[in-house]
């Protein structure tokens, strides 16, 4: 699987526009890119897939550019309840036998 | 309602004991995965399994037993032999392995050993 980076941590106020940015370098033809959310003591949660250019759904859009190598997570208008952990996963979606790798996530606090 | 359960949802355990974690899902899901996180960290992968009688070893599975007798119920055993086992367990499942198909998770099992 390709490896990601991400910022560790980020702070936004409530009601501005958030945007975490994953860094994918070694991605693959075939990789899809894929955002889950963690709030303290539960299990991710899925939020939004892609491939490529923009995909929009009722919480957020995700945004890759041409080359791929990077995406960006934008939340619109944070709340409070939009405090959490946000992972970029990055992995082939072919059928293949794969094993799925969570990295450390960036933690965004929304101060009110 | 569909979903996936982990029970119980603490559970304390003496040093050199064995222990047994839940997962059952009713999503007629294929794959299921176990994950071990630790407090500030990232989820890592223990066990995973594409259908019944089949798993393969994530990226830390010493210590650590599976067993997939029925599709909906893939338990995790924390054995006496992993060094470090308190953390938080989370099993997840999705429709199969391919990483484009969304993980659904359970509600975590907290682990602590004394």
């Known amino acids: 699987l390709a490896k990601t980076t991400q910022p560790i941590s980020m702070d936004s106020y409530e009601g501005q526009e958030v945007n975490i940015t994953c860094s994918h370098n070694n991605i693959a033809t075939n990789d899809y890119i894929t955002w889950y959310q963690q709030f303290p003591s539960q299990g991710p949660r899925f939020i939004i897939q892609g491939y490529k250019t923009k995909v929009t759904n009722e919480v957020a859009s995700l945004f890759i550019p041409a080359d791929r190598k990077s995406s960006t997570l934008s939340l619109p208008r944070v709340s409070l309840s939009d405090t959490a952990v946000y992972y970029c996963?990055?992995?082939?979606?072919?059928?293949?036998?794969?094993?799925?790798?969570f990295g450390t996530g960036t933690k965004l606090q929304v101060i009110p | 309602d569909g979903g996936i359960t982990q029970s119980p949802k603490y559970l304390f355990r003496k040093e050199g004991q064995n222990v047994t974690l839940s997962c059952e899902q009713n999503?007629?899901?294929?794959?299921m995965y176990w994950y071990r996180q630790d407090p500030g960290q990232g989820l890592r992968l223990i066990y995973y399994s594409q259908i019944v009688n089949d798993f393969q070893k994530g990226d830390i599975a010493e210590g650590y037993s599976v067993s997939r007798e029925k599709k909906e119920s893939f338990p995790l055993t924390v054995t006496s032999a992993q060094k470090n086992p308190t953390a938080f367990y989370l099993c997840?499942?999705?429709?199969?392995?391919?990483?484009?198909?969304?993980?659904?998770f359970g509600p975590g099992t907290r682990l602590t050993v004394t």
């Open positions: 997840a499942s999705s429709i199969d392995l391919r990483v484009g198909n969304e993980q659904y």
């Open positions: 996963l990055v992995g082939e979606n072919s059928g293949g036998y794969q094993k799925v790798t």
């Open positions: 999503l007629n899901h294929d794959a």
